[in-house]
């Protein structure tokens, strides 16, 4: 049956609410701006909805030199893009990061919000995150602030699967993905090594083990215990319960919605 | 109504050296909840609030006393103290516990085992359990340990194993998997079950994906 890309979301900030697009471009990282930024602690580790999910109802913009923060009840706040400046010292899961501080101003927002102190940074433009040499093909391919991978894959006939055994449905937001693929069977996606998405060829390099965020409603911040355990009596693999995949581009491109989809390998 | 979450008391019954650095602990609980093979228990001293896991190297068939294999840390808090243990006297269990690690016949007819280390604990109920409930099944124990005297009461278990010591032997890589494991990679039946240090099961996951094995097949647990 035929594929096509129903959903293209980009993430601005690790862990906050993501935005739909029509299209979106690839570039070294991923797709463009998707967690350029990041909320860190006092100590530069990464703060996520697994701690706070109430990050879920934050939303943001990306505009020409300045990041749009809103948060819930209050008007949106500006601000305004550093590249350069005092770089503190992050980390994403014990990873080192080169990051530069994004003010005052976000700091004073965020922590009021979450009643913790913490930063918003975002990745200095010089530093490539690595991605695992075993999971791409020796290209220049680097990702942003996001756990391990570039790109998150996940089908809508694996959703609806899924819906079909959930006495409340889900939405797909749960599962954060960039992208999204409409056809085809249940978790064919499973067995895809490479495929190709309207001109990029990705490499798809591993099976998405879920978190507690997937628990998170995302449009209401508040956590249950749906979907893990019902996803844990069927997508169970070696280190926890698997849905999506993800994938690592093998070049550059823009990716439109209804991009069709081809299963290379 | 006692439940898997209350602590409560059981005797020792017998407490030896099963390897190198561990010690086998036969443990006759007051009450006995039943359990399945790969799950584990939370052990205490009595007065004492720091609890480990440890997991139940009996399989289900055989619950009372329950035979428990402990590594012993050097510089551990719980582990000497179990070990210095003696017949008679009274240790706190809480369990039986996890739901992850859990073989039961539904899992298929055909069993590979892939132990690191004192990670052979769970393996030897499941692998007893396996060979109870499922008639002319097909299975395979790789144990990975350093010597042979790292291996779990080795002499009693020695002709149930293929082994890889690290000391001497190439390390188990793909090439040294399918040597092994043969068609039972390619068995629909299979799965695979892999418990040992966080690295060793890293490896084999790998591996195992690598080599085209179905992820939702295989499982893990971690012994930190």
């Not at chain 1, 935005?19 to 350029?36: C, K, L, P, Q, Y």
């Not at chain 1, 200095?124 to 020796?138: C, E, L, P, T, V």
Request: charged letters at 25%; one cysteine or more.
């Amino acid at each position: 049956m035929f594929l096509k890309i129903s959903e293209i979301v980009v993430y601005p900030v690790k862990s906050l609410a993501g935005n739909h697009h029509s299209e979106a471009e690839i570039v070294a990282t991923g797709f463009r701006d998707d967690r350029g930024w990041m909320i860190v602690d006092e100590q530069g580790v990464f703060i996520t909805q697994r701690q706070h999910p109430s990050m879920s109802l934050i939303h943001t913009e990306v505009l020409e030199r300045a990041l749009q923060l809103t948060l819930p009840g209050l008007q949106p706040v500006e601000i305004p893009t550093l590249d350069e400046g005092p770089g503190p010292r992050v980390e994403v899961w014990e990873q080192p990061c080169e990051a530069v501080d994004q003010g005052a101003r976000a700091a004073e927002l965020l922590s009021e919000y979450l009643g913790r102190p913490c930063r918003l940074v975002r990745m200095s433009s010089a530093f490539r995150r690595q991605i695992k040499a075993k999971y791409h093909n020796g290209d220049d391919a680097s990702l942003g602030f996001s756990d391990s991978m570039p790109f998150l894959l996940t089908s809508q006939a694996s959703l609806d699967d899924l819906n079909g055994r959930l006495t409340e449905p889900i939405e797909m937001d749960r599962f954060r993905p960039n992208l999204v693929v409409s056809g085809g069977a249940a978790f064919q996606e499973d067995g895809w090594k490479r495929i190709r998405i309207g001109e990029t060829r990705f490499c798809v390099a591993k099976s998405c083990v879920r978190c507690e965020i997937t628990t998170v409603d995302q449009s209401t911040g508040i956590k249950g215990i749906e979907p893990l355990e019902t996803l844990g009596t069927y997508r169970a693999g070696p280190k926890g319960v698997l849905f999506g995949r993800h994938l690592v581009h093998e070049g550059r491109g823009t990716i439109r919605l209804g991009d069709p989809v081809e299963v290379l390998e | 109504m006692t439940t898997i979450s209350d602590w409560r008391s059981a005797r020792v019954v017998s407490n030896e050296p099963a390897c190198e650095d561990m010690i086998s602990l036969l443990l006759e609980p007051e009450e006995l909840l039943p359990h399945r093979a790969g799950q584990h228990y939370e052990l205490r001293l009595p007065g004492d609030g720091l609890s480990r896991k440890y997991s139940i190297v009996s399989p289900p068939e055989r619950d009372s006393p329950l035979e428990f294999g402990v590594q012993l840390l050097p510089t551990g808090l719980v582990s000497p103290r179990l070990a210095a243990t003696r017949p008679g006297d009274r240790v706190e269990i809480r369990g039986p516990l996890g739901e992850a690690f859990v073989w039961t016949p539904a899992s298929g007819r055909s069993l590979i085992l892939l132990g690191g280390g004192a990670g052979i604990t769970p393996l030897l109920s499941i692998y007893e359990h396996f060979r109870r409930s499922v008639p002319r099944g097909r299975e395979i124990f790789i144990m990975s340990a350093k010597t042979p005297q790292r291996i779990y009461r080795y002499e009693r278990y020695r002709d149930r194993l293929t082994t890889r010591f690290t000391s001497s032997d190439p390390r188990l890589d793909k090439d040294d998997l399918v040597a092994i494991t043969g068609d039972l990679l390619h068995d629909s039946e299979a799965s695979a079950w892999i418990c040992g240090p966080p690295g060793f099961i890293d490896l084999m996951v790998d591996n195992l994906i690598e080599l085209d094995f179905p992820e939702m097949r295989i499982r893990s647990e971690a012994f930190v």
